[in-house]
């Protein structure tokens, strides 16, 4: 992957230059255009790729139809075993892939690393197909008469991911083939160079040529794939309005879309709140990741009567991050993702503060020695509160809103109020009111004394709101779901039944 592929501008020597997957084999890019692939900490540019074109994206659609019939008559014992070997790959290399992750995404080692455990899980539950796959009999529905119900897969899906979980969500794909389909990956534009291993390790594992395809662009890759008469659905991670959008634009020409989007988190401490406990919780959920995940708490609601006291610890801890390059093992905060994005959390916080807001702790300006073209921004706590488009909108970086509340209703109030409904947590040691809170707050997971609510691989994640567009969330069971119809066949075969016993099939009850 090294060199000018035809068709595109002229590259920098030994620049490395990205190619598609598929059909089993990379091949170059034939669009136009250049699109870098940039270290958030460094600066540099560590890879780029031309823009795929229809033709490019059409051909990755073609390979996939092409096997679809192979890999669906392929025993699906045998389609686990691939899985099992996949995964076994992917253990293999996690440190490798951990670090591809800390060069393109900017996340702590750490972070990378617990991010590789978790796409793990994902292929571990995928590779469950042997009982998942399994349908369903009813005999004797009428005289002779039997249901079957059975899964099949469908054909093509297409999976688009964000920058935030380069490994993690590509990886939805395993539900996909484990099921029986083929699939054209588009990972972010921004972070491709994680999912590219880990479709080098698909190959490696023995998928045949075509199951797995990858397709390097932007947002023309994604609108192409939606459009696209051959592929059958669509599971797509973003923000809130590409969700929407992608999901109309998908269902609008009769395909399957799942589309999860972006998320205002609110955590909720309360007077019985375990402080010591709850605070390392509290500062992981609302910093880590530099606040780019979905599952970020984002505002911090306390009750008035504890809010001095909260405020002032919830500072101490968050003081003691260390910013850096998340390849130092000491680094607890890494950079954002662009400098674009830099500037938006910035001027999110100048214009929070014309409208009335109070800077707590100010990380914008942040510099790293040694890393002087890093997107770096430290952590920034405001006093916000509903209304001002810092606490409503989400933010995508480490600026994070407290704001005091009066107790549980206006808590809930305001939970019910936000455009999203991805998370919401509570830090409470009353039973009663972590079971109101559970029931009564909008969203799609909720967390108690855990900040991060985000479901293990066997359970299914998805939001309500803004937060999610579809209705089978993604992962787990419901992914199987969603990547399968069932499939009903009654049948009755032409024995005589004249002679077998039970009950005439007019009987309405009652009478004997
Ligand atoms: P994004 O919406 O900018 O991009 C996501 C994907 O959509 C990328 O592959 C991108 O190329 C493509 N895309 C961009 N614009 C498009 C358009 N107009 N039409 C079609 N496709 C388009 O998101 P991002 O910045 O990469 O990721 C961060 C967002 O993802 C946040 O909002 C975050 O909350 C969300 N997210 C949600 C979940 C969840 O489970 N709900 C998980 C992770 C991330």
Request: glycine share 10%; aromatic share 8%.
């Amino acid at each position: 992957m090294l060199g000018a592929p035809k068709g595109s501008v002229d590259y920098a020597p030994n620049m490395r230059v990205l190619e598609n997957f598929v059909a089993g084999a990379w091949t170059p890019i034939e669009g136009t255009g250049s699109i870098p692939v940039t270290n958030p900490a460094t600066g540099e540019t560590i890879a780029t790729h031309p823009q795929s074109n229809a033709a490019d994206i059409d051909r990755a659609v073609a390979a996939a139809v092409a096997v679809f019939r192979v890999w669906w008559m392929t025993p699906i014992p045998t389609r686990s075993a691939m899985m099992f070997r996949y995964r076994h790959l992917i253990w293999e290399a996690r440190e490798e892939l951990s670090r591809i992750l800390v060069e393109e995404n900017g996340k702590t080692l750490a972070e990378a690393r617990g991010e590789m455990l978790r796409a793990l899980q994902y292929i571990e539950h995928a590779a469950a197909a042997t009982e998942t796959m399994k349908g369903s009999v009813t005999e004797n529905v009428g005289s002779g008469v039997d249901i079957e119900y059975i899964r099949e897969p469908l054909g093509p899906f297409a999976i688009v991911a964000p920058f935030n979980f380069p490994a993690m969500i590509p990886l939805y794909f395993t539900w996909a083939v484990a099921t029986g389909n083929p699939v054209i990956v588009k990972p972010s534009e921004h972070c491709p160079l994680t999912t590219v291993r880990l479709v080098e390790l698909a190959d490696e594992a023995g998928f045949p040529p075509g199951v797995v395809n990858m397709v390097l662009g932007d947002r023309t890759v994604v609108e192409r794939l939606a459009e696209h008469p051959d592929v059958v659905g669509m599971s797509f991670v973003g923000s809130s309005e590409i969700a929407e959008r992608v999901y109309k634009l998908t269902t609008g020409y009769g395909k399957r879309c799942q589309a999860q989007g972006g998320s205002k988190n609110h955590l909720v401490v309360t007077d019985t709140a375990e402080l010591d406990k709850c605070l390392p919780n509290m500062v992981s959920s609302m910093l880590g990741s530099s606040s780019q995940r979905c599952f970020a708490g984002s505002n911090l609601l306390i009750y008035e009567s504890v809010y001095d006291r909260v405020m002032d610890r919830f500072l101490a801890a968050v003081k003691v991050l260390r910013l850096g390059y998340g390849m130092n093992e000491t680094t607890t905060l890494g950079p954002v993702i662009s400098p674009e994005s830099r500037t938006r959390l910035e001027e999110s916080v100048d214009k929070a503060v014309a409208e009335g807001a109070t800077v707590l702790l100010d990380g914008r300006g942040a510099t790293v020695a040694g890393f002087e073209r890093g997107n770096w921004i430290g952590p920034t706590i405001v006093s916000a509160s509903p209304g001002m488009e810092i606490f409503d909108q989400e933010l995508f970086g480490p600026v994070r809103c407290l704001q005091k509340v009066s107790g549980l209703d206006e808590a809930l109030a305001i939970i019910d109020a936000s455009a999203y409904g991805h998370t919401a947590a509570i830090y409470t040691e009353h039973g009663g009111v972590a079971r109101e809170f559970r029931q009564r707050a909008n969203v799609g997971q909720i967390g108690i004394n855990v900040g991060t609510p985000a479901p293990i691989a066997f359970y299914a994640v998805g939001g309500r709101k803004s937060s999610f567009y579809g209705s089978h969330r993604g992962r787990a069971n419901d992914a199987v779901d969603f990547y399968t119809d069932k499939k009903v066949v009654v049948s009755t075969w032409h024995i005589d039944t004249t002679e077998q016993p039970g009950v005439d099939p007019a009987f309405e009850g009652g009478a004997r």
